[in-house]
């Protein structure tokens, strides 16, 4: 049984909660520069080999002294790395090749209720009634965002096969969260994370080889910048912290950062792009936030 946390943990892991769809950002920029500079499957075994190099450095003791935990569990970090860093990562940029980043958010809006539901099910952890209105008010909240507060444009939505590629990345990373606490470790959440960064790379690296023998862009200057920021934001610090405050808060609690991207993603481009914000922008920010604080409320205090 999971000892509980240390008060101080809960404090750190609810500021660092909101920290999360912030460096998930820094993704979407990335996913936006990378067409014709360098292929999808080849950006993402760059990040996680460089990610895992990086991490596996700084834990390599760490590493070491547990060689027989890593011996003993090595399809479990395989199955991992396939969740979180290879269908995570690839599938959402073939879907962009064929679906509306509409159907793409309202999709993976769909990912944070799998993992609260899973959370309660399977894993047993506790989700009170109110808990369970934050979800729902944040989702709705999202939805109101994607659609721009016209919910008529719902029975506009046409799904194609490509959405199919969302319904796996939304999949798989419901089953990344979920499997990571229900499979404990006895790592620490840097080398554990450096772990799963290999398994990742074992899974990336024949479809990497392949874009690369099939004509993949030549590798250049931009290409690397790519790669170290993907590494570096979305993929060490983002991951790290996701999986630490998980370990603090619950697969369920820290799921609803999900919901915090659209509303992240509007006021960035607020900011930074100057783009105008809505009336749908304020109530759905208003659900978001609202419903993201009542399930981080509810968890241990």
Same mark, same amino acid.
């Given at each position: ?30 996913? @936006? ?33 547990? @060689? ?55 894993? &047993? ?15 709705? =909240? ?6 721009? =507060? ?63 023998? &099939? ?64 009336? &749908? ?21």
């Amino acid at each position: 049984m999971q000892a509980t946390p240390a008060p101080a943990h809960v404090r750190i892991a609810k500021a660092l909660f909101w920290v999360i769809p912030l460096l998930w950002i820094v993704n979407s920029v990335i996913a @936006r520069r990378a067409p014709g500079v360098i292929t999808p499957h080849v950006l993402a075994l760059g990040r996680w080999t460089l990610a895992g190099l990086v991490l596996g450095w700084m834990a390599r003791r760490e590493l070491w002294e547990q @060689r027989q935990e890593l011996r003993q569990h090595a399809t479990r970090y395989l199955a991992l790395g396939a969740c979180g860093m290879w269908i995570c990562g690839a599938a959402v940029y073939f879907a962009g090749e064929s679906t509306s980043m509409m159907n793409i958010s309202l999709i993976y809006a769909a990912s944070p209720v799998m993992i609260t539901v899973g959370s309660v099910l399977w894993l &047993h952890e506790p989700f009170s009634r109110r808990q369970a209105l934050g979800v729902v008010a944040a989702l709705i =909240g999202v939805v109101h965002v994607v659609v721009q =507060g016209e919910w008529l444009r719902l029975s506009q939505v046409q799904f194609v096969p490509g959405d199919l590629w969302v319904v796996a990345a939304a999949t798989a990373w419901a089953g990344y969260s979920l499997l990571q606490k229900h499979w404990p470790s006895a790592l620490s959440s840097m080398a554990q994370l450096a772990v799963i960064c290999a398994g990742g790379v074992v899974c990336l690296l024949p479809f990497a080889a392949w874009e690369l023998w &099939h004509g993949a862009p030549e590798l250049g200057v931009q290409a690397l910048w790519l790669v170290v920021l993907a590494a570096v934001f979305p993929g060490v610090a983002a991951y790290w912290i996701y999986g630490w405050t998980q370990r603090v808060l619950g697969a369920g609690a820290v799921a609803m950062t999900m919901y915090l991207g659209p509303l992240y993603a509007a006021l960035v481009a607020w900011l930074v792009l100057g783009e105008a914000l809505g009336p &749908h922008h304020l109530v759905g920010g208003v659900l978001i936030l609202s419903g993201v604080a009542l399930v981080v409320a509810g968890t241990a205090a």
